[in-house]
């Protein structure tokens, strides 16, 4: 196994790496910008080293600092996390150079899924259900208002470099598209140094359900449930849960068959996601497939008893999936609620700050994975996502109640939080009855924050 790992990251997810090594007797070592000394995920590894000052691009974003800093401590493999490098091709790619194992798939198929217009021309070469749309990305305006004709109004704009809700136009007819085409390239090249665009049918209100995969170097794909990340606030997600409450086991079995052809058609090696959206009459349609670790993968290990981290490692250092599909059993249901340091109130305006006081839940069917601890500071530099708290239940029901009674428990003082808010979200009778698309905090906002 490997010797000794570096974590390219902060946070929570850095810890959450770290103690995954020391469980695999993995020495660990940890890099880190001039503000995040006091960071927890410096204390916690067996080696720290500073990499820069606090903006990401002089810091976790810096490649030939992070690949020093790993040659320098004798790194075997480098874990990048989510965010920041991890889905950075040009970054894989130096790190198999300096023969240090990228913990993720190899730089060409980050290179391929993350040119979303690419991803969708093998999804349709592989006949995973797409949205109607362009093969790949449109190179006129003519051609673009040739296929809004046959697939109708209203289409969506994507930026092929985009992902994520970036980059994205929603066209309701002719007139608008070469004005939103050009505007929206222009966009994207100043944004990701490219301006290309493919075009999908737009779907309304769509529930977004992800599949989480495995996929070893010798071919063997499986993969471990799906999350429903229906519960968002412009492209961030608030709460994700698995199984889904909104799908069938038809629907199910359905998605996971196209997940699983989804990875295989591109022969695809280690943890990854397939983003699927739902539209009202349960069709799926694949979007996008993102080739890292995700935030929320602690929901999938709850109700696989899977450590996809370790997965991971192991995948990278070469084994096999000690798994076969009919291994997989999805046991009970998992919720998991971003805890923020922002103000709901406020148009969710993140605070910095330091934290006066703290304390995390407990008990039966509670897991919490933070970064902070009373007296911690947070920088203002980076996102505001300072806990996940995720609970586990015999069903959906237990594991809601169990999120309550947690939530409930939860002080933190000094800094704004949306603890609150999300105890009001858990209360409203959308989230009870599980019938909530990604458009009903918005819709919502005003009931939400009464409540
Ligand atoms: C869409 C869509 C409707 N129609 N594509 C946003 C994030 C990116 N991953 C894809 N997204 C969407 N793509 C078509 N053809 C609506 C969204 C969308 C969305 C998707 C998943 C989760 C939350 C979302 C919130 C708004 C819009």
Same mark, same amino acid.
């Given at each position: 196994m490997f010797g000794k790992i570096l974590i390219a990251n902060r946070g929570e997810i850095a810890l959450r790496i770290i103690r995954a090594c020391k469980e695999m007797n993995i020495a660990t070592v940890s890099v880190y910008s001039q503000i995040d000394k006091e960071s927890l995920h410096v204390k916690l590894a067996d080696e720290a080293i500073c990499i820069g000052t606090a903006l990401p691009k002089d810091s976790y974003l810096n490649i030939e600092n992070i690949i020093s800093a790993a040659v320098g401590v004798g790194a075997d493999a480098i874990h990048p996390g989510f965010g920041f490098l991890a889905e950075n091709a040009k970054f894989a790619r130096i790190c198999e150079e300096c023969h240090i194992a990228f913990i993720g798939p190899d730089a060409k198929m980050i290179e391929n899924m993350g040119d979303k217009a690419r991803a969708r021309e093998l999804m349709i070469k592989a006949k995973v259900p797409v949205v109607p749309g362009s093969k790949g990305a449109i190179s006129t305006i003519d051609e673009a208002k040739v296929i809004a004709k046959k697939i109708g109004y209203p289409v969506i704009l994507k930026a092929s470099a985009g992902g994520g809700g970036r980059g994205m136009r929603i066209v309701d007819k002719e007139d608008e598209l070469e004005q939103l085409f050009l505007t929206?390239?222009?966009?994207?090249?100043?944004?990701?140094?490219?301006?290309?665009?493919?075009?999908?049918?737009y779907i309304r209100n769509p529930r977004h359900i992800e599949f989480q995969?495995?996929?070893?170097?010798? !071919?063997? @794909?499986?993969? %471990?449930?799906?999350r429903d990340c229906s519960m968002q606030r412009r492209h961030q997600k608030v709460i994700e849960e698995s199984p889904s409450p909104h799908i069938s086991d038809d629907v199910r079995a359905a998605m996971g068959e196209a997940a699983v052809r989804a990875a295989q058609s591109v022969n695809y090696k280690n943890a990854g996601t397939v983003e699927f959206i739902l539209d009202a009459d349960n069709s799926f349609y694949f979007i996008e497939m993102n080739t890292r670790i995700q935030v929320e993968h602690p929901v999938t290990e709850m109700v696989t008893g899977i450590d996809l981290i370790k997965e991971q490692i192991r995948i990278a250092y070469g084994e096999k999936l000690c798994y076969t599909q009919d291994d997989i059993n999805l046991v009970g249901a998992a919720i998991e609620c971003r805890i923020n340091a922002e103000n709901p109130s406020l148009n969710?305006?993140?605070?910095? !700050?330091? @934290?006066?006081? %703290?304390?995390f839940p407990g008990g039966r069917g509670v897991r919490v994975e933070s970064n902070m601890y009373s007296g911690y500071t947070i920088p203002p530099t980076y996102d505001s996502m300072i806990a996940k708290i995720i609970t586990f239940?015999?069903?959906?029901?237990?594991?809601?109640?169990?999120?309550?009674?947690?939530?409930?428990?939860?002080?933190?003082?000094?800094?704004d939080n949306n603890i609150e808010f999300q105890l009001d979200l858990l209360h409203t009778k959308a989230f009870e009855e599980g019938c909530f698309n990604t458009s009903y905090i918005e819709q919502n906002l005003d009931e939400i924050l009464e409540v």
């Open positions: 929206a390239s222009h966009e994207a090249q100043l944004a990701f140094g490219d301006g290309s665009m493919y075009m999908e049918k995969i495995l996929g070893d170097s010798f !071919g063997n @794909i499986i993969h %471990l449930g799906e969710f305006r993140p605070c910095a !700050g330091t @934290i006066t006081a %703290l304390h239940g015999k069903d959906r029901a237990e594991a809601l109640s169990i999120m309550k009674r947690a939530l409930s428990e939860t002080v933190i003082e000094g800094i």
